[in-house]
């Protein structure tokens, strides 16, 4: 019995101190203003150190120089709302307000801006800046692209193209005068085809150096390098082969296009001087014809502009004359020695249109024998060659051998 009696007493006693705590609970509650028991606590102050300090300017005006670059902030209030601010401190910025002021070197207030209560007072220190502010002008510059690197073998890097025409670099106008050029960057180092980027772009001096606290808009630009193998603008010959029916000769072949344009690799195409369409065979042709003509490949991997090209062949009356005097001459001769030929020209009969032989003449033909392997003190029965107009074929030649000596 003395044991339950026991908690019995200690339960009397539990009521009582819960009364006591009620009573003082309901005190601190209702003596606080608006029932806030926050109110009540401490209150503190504390300092967030080392802010940076942002000058927000007119639009027509920008910061050059600014002092001090960091103010502190003291933060004044209960504990409960002061350590709340401690802890979301991240957002809070510190503004010098240059809005309402020109160029020229101002004294301004600086003022604390995204707070994340209000229910404390912010002192930033110190309370003023001074700002130098300078008149914010704009110049629209073409941008130049720099290009690094070499690209596969055998490519062709042809001019960058820029997804903008201009950079506005804007900014103070002692610095913006500085500003030669809005440059970019790109590397193609071991490219196989064309390159697209968006790279940043940079305003530069007369020195190369990049000109600071200017802007460029737009900061990035979209950048295509085209890599391609290389064109060639290559001619296009037509030949004929055959004779025209009846007394009838080819006077004239016309190709169209006259060039085309042909992509390969350069050590290909470099040295196309022209392309030779496929023969044309003539035989039984009784006038003028126009045909299509494919373009052959001039080798592995070429792309053409064009697969075919129209050929024209003309026809017209055909003669034949006889022209004496056609004067001959030696090639292949070697310095040191004579030569000596029993002739000195020759006749030869050819055929061709008539009104091209009406007017040819014994200077619009040559006779040559080519000399390249006498030796000194030789004596050689060498054929004489005939060069010739052309559409012009030769049919007879009245000294077809010449009788020639070396000697030194």
């Given at each position: 019995m003395k044991k339950r009696g026991s908690w019995l007493e200690y339960n009397n006693f539990v009521r009582l101190l819960s009364l006591v705590m009620g009573v003082a609970l309901w005190i601190i509650v209702n003596s606080s203003p608006n029932g806030q028991v926050s109110s009540g606590l401490a209150n503190t102050t504390q300092v967030l150190r080392n802010v940076p300090l942002e000058v927000v300017t007119s639009p027509n005006t920008v910061a050059v120089t600014q002092s001090p670059a960091r103010v502190n902030i003291s933060?004044?209030?209960?504990?409960?709302?002061?350590?709340?601010?401690?802890?979301?401190?991240?957002?809070?910025?510190?503004?010098?307000?240059?809005?309402?002021?020109?160029p020229?070197?101002?004294?301004?207030?600086?003022?604390v801006e995204n707070v994340p209560t209000s229910s404390v007072n912010y002192a930033p220190q110190p309370s003023s800046a001074v700002?130098?502010?300078?008149?914010?002008?704009?110049?629209?510059?073409k941008p130049q692209i720099h290009v690094v690197g070499a690209v596969m073998s055998g490519l062709t890097v042809y001019k960058p193209i820029t997804s903008v025409a201009r950079v506005l670099v804007s900014g103070p106008d002692t610095l913006v005068r500085q500003v030669t050029g809005v440059t970019a960057r790109m590397d193609i180092a071991g490219s196989g085809q064309s390159v697209t980027r968006i790279v940043p772009v940079l305003p530069i001096g007369k020195d190369g150096k990049v000109i600071p606290d200017v802007t460029c808009t737009p900061a990035?630009?979209?950048?295509?390098?085209?890599?391609?193998n290389p064109v060639h603008r290559v001619r296009l010959a037509a030949t004929t082969i055959g004779t025209p029916a009846g007394a009838n000769a080819v006077s004239a072949i016309s190709v169209s296009p006259a060039h085309i344009m042909v992509q390969g690799a350069s050590q290909s195409v470099d040295g196309l001087a022209n392309i030779v369409l496929p023969p044309i065979n003539v035989s039984k042709w009784t006038g003028t014809k126009t045909i299509r003509v494919p373009i052959p490949t001039p080798f592995p991997g070429a792309r053409l502009s064009t697969p075919e090209a129209q050929v024209t062949v003309t026809l017209a009356p055909r003669g034949t004359i006889t022209v004496a005097g056609v004067p001959i001459v030696f090639i292949g001769k070697k310095a040191g020695l004579t030569y000596t030929a029993n002739v000195s020209g020759t006749a030869i009969t050819v055929t061709g249109p008539a009104q091209q032989l009406s007017v040819l003449q014994p200077s619009d033909l040559e006779g040559y024998i080519n000399v390249s392997g006498l030796k000194p003190g030789s004596r050689a029965k060498l054929p004489v060659s005939v060069s010739l107009p052309r559409f012009v074929s030769l049919q007879t030649m009245a000294q077809p051998f010449v009788i020639v000596k070396t000697g030194k």
């Open positions: 933060i004044t209030g209960n504990i409960l709302d002061v350590a709340t601010v401690q802890a979301e401190s991240s957002g809070i910025r510190a503004v010098a307000n240059a809005l309402s002021v020109g020229g070197t101002h004294q301004v207030s600086v003022i700002v130098d502010l300078q008149a914010k002008v704009g110049v629209s510059i990035t630009i979209m950048v295509t390098i085209p890599i391609r």
